[in-house]
């Protein structure tokens, strides 16, 4: 018989002896960059503050490359970004109070759209922990208080023998399906102390897949096979689970026409017969899927944007597969499926039946030309010519990272990905400044391809410092600025409510002169030269800024009627 402690690793004699002899002058901190390291992470994003220099000095005796940005929530986006694109764990050093503070909306939307964020943040020191108010800076009563409802899970360090640990659980925390943020924190005396520990090595922290039950895929499968009409709704779980492949193949088999979330973009082929595209925000969708007598919804929670402002009332059976507990059947009475999306999607693939119906693409085709009919009625041109300009521009597998503006609200519904895992955007919590910090992130990701940044002018002006970033670091970043003078889906809202907007229009500066001033090369387009501009920026190694005058105007929304 075997136990489990038979199955303990014994240390080699090298792995003895340098237990014995662990190199001199590391402090806390080097057990925060030994772990981060031997879990796999290469590269760290953050901001340097008083408390957390322990972290920031041990990273110059590291194999890990440091991406600093200048503002904490930028810091944020940027990590965001790099896990969505790796799938890794990507660390977030950051200090105390109003450093730690200032990385809240950022940390926020990574929960929304399940980006592996580790972010790990210095505390006051030891002695003034508790709630007390000892007066020291930055201090909060309860620092964690103000991340508990944004991030996954929240891990204290009281020692520096519990660092180690407490990172590998969150580390595995951020990892676990649905993938999120995770807040450690560690005392700046703590992080300061010299220490005697031994270097940290290899540290597992693999995290569970959560499996779907066998009965309810049996169910599924079944309902699946013998429905009449049925549908799919993909969303950004599919992307994340790299499940884009096995959703292809089980739509074939079904001949099940597919729609993406705007958070799923990329998970079906965008020009595939069984394409529906990313036309959520229009009644003629929301209507066919309604019809479906079996609505299959995987890794979406079927939320606010993704139900037509909750208008969509399913009339047939659902069938959710979600890896996120807390959203299965939030929305719709369901058979829902906790599992990651790869998984159920397997075993579905596998054991539905063959499901001729020639009419299938052809349904599709009908949908999308009554879309496509409404849209043309409302004579946006502009806005197509744009985004079409912008899409002929990026080389297909490039990244494009979008901000909450008008054109970003037109991409999600009408820009073809082309690809899985290419377009992100911050619909998942909606804050403003997203685009450029992330696009950043990525390129530090994969430096192999250019990255595009779309903006508009309000939201430029939340990221413009990191302009400083882009050209300290070289990273290879076009970032497209869309100028109309204000928050231009704000004045619509406004003057379609109350007539008239107040507070939305904004003074700005020349982005490119301002672009030029941080020494990165900018122009100024027009409509018709937009796609010449813009190839020509991402085809140039390095950031660059190409800004366009434009005032664009937004669809009209169906759920209102």
């Known amino acids: 018989m075997t136990h489990d402690h038979d199955l303990v690793l014994r240390p080699s004699a090298a792995q003895t002896e340098a237990a014995l002899n662990p190199p001199p002058g590391r402090n806390g901190g080097d057990l925060v960059v030994e772990t981060l390291s031997g879990l796999g992470a290469t590269t760290v994003f953050g901001l340097p503050g008083q408390h957390a220099l322990g972290m920031f000095d041990a990273l110059r005796r590291s194999s890990l490359r440091y991406i600093g940005l200048r503002v904490e929530n930028n810091a944020g986006f940027a990590a965001d970004a790099y896990g969505r694109i790796t799938g890794e764990a990507a660390p977030l050093l950051l200090s105390t109070g109003p450093g730690a503070l200032t990385s809240l909306a950022a940390l926020q939307e990574a929960r929304a759209a399940s980006a592996p964020v580790l972010a790990i943040s210095s505390q006051i020191p030891t002695a003034g922990l508790g709630g007390g108010r000892h007066g020291y800076l930055h201090e909060l009563p309860d620092q964690q208080a103000s991340f508990r409802g944004v991030v996954k899970s929240v891990h204290t360090v009281r020692t520096q023998s519990q660092i180690p640990s407490a990172i590998a659980a969150a580390w ?84 099940a026409p597919v729609v993406t979330t705007f958070g799923g973009k990329g998970a079906f082929p965008w020009t595939h017969p069984l394409s529906l595209q990313s036309w959520l925000e229009d009644r003629h969708t929301t209507d066919f899927l309604e019809d479906a007598d079996v609505l299959l919804v995987v890794g979406s929670g079927l939320g606010e944007l993704s139900s037509n402002y909750h208008t969509f009332k399913p009339r047939g059976r659902v069938i959710q597969i979600e890896a996120d507990l807390g959203k299965l059947e939030s929305n719709h009475p369901a058979i829902g499926i906790h599992a990651d999306a790869r998984l159920a999607l397997s075993v579905l693939l596998e054991t539905v039946e063959e499901r001729p119906d020639p009419s299938a693409s052809e349904r599709v085709s009908t949908v999308l030309a009554r879309v496509a009919e409404r849209i043309a ?185």
Request: charged content about 15%; overall charge negative.
């Open 172 to 255: 595995e925390s951020a990892l676990t399906v649905p993938h999120g943020p995770v807040w450690v924190e560690i005392p700046q005396d703590v992080l300061l102390a010299e220490t005697h520990l031994p270097q940290v090595t290899a540290m597992d922290a693999t995290p569970e897949d959560i499996v779907p039950r066998p009965e309810l895929t049996a169910l599924a499968a079944h309902l699946l096979s013998s429905a009449a009409r049925p549908a799919i709704i993909a969303g950004g779980g599919v992307v994340r689970s790299d499940a884009s492949g096995k959703l292809k193949a089980l739509a074939e088999k079904l001949n």
């Open 377 to 561: 009625a409302q004579e946006l041109t502009l806005e197509q010519d744009v985004l079409a300009a912008v899409r002929q521009a990026l080389p297909a597998g490039s990244p494009s990272f979008w901000d909450m503006t008008i054109l970003a609200y037109w991409a999600w519904s009408a820009f073809d990905p082309r690809g899985s895992n290419t377009m992100h955007s911050a619909q998942g919590a909606g804050g403003l400044g997203y685009g450029f910090p992330a696009a950043l992130g990525a390129a530090a990701a994969d430096p192999s391809r250019p990255v595009l940044a779309v903006s508009g002018d309000g939201g430029a002006l939340y990221s413009i410092a990191e302009l400083a970033a882009a050209r300290q670091y070289g990273l290879n970043v076009t970032w497209l600025i869309v100028d109309d003078g204000g928050y231009g889906i704000l004045r619509e809202y406004m003057t379609d409510t109350f007539g008239q907007a107040t507070a939305t229009e904004l003074s700005r500066p020349d982005y490119v002169a301002l672009a030029e001033s941080f020494g990165v090369p900018g122009v100024l387009t027009t409509p018709g030269t937009l796609e010449e501009d813009l190839a020509k920026a991402l085809a140039t190694p390095g950031p660059s800024v190409v800004v366009l005058p434009a005032l664009l105007r937004m669809f009209a929304a169906t759920h209102l009627d």
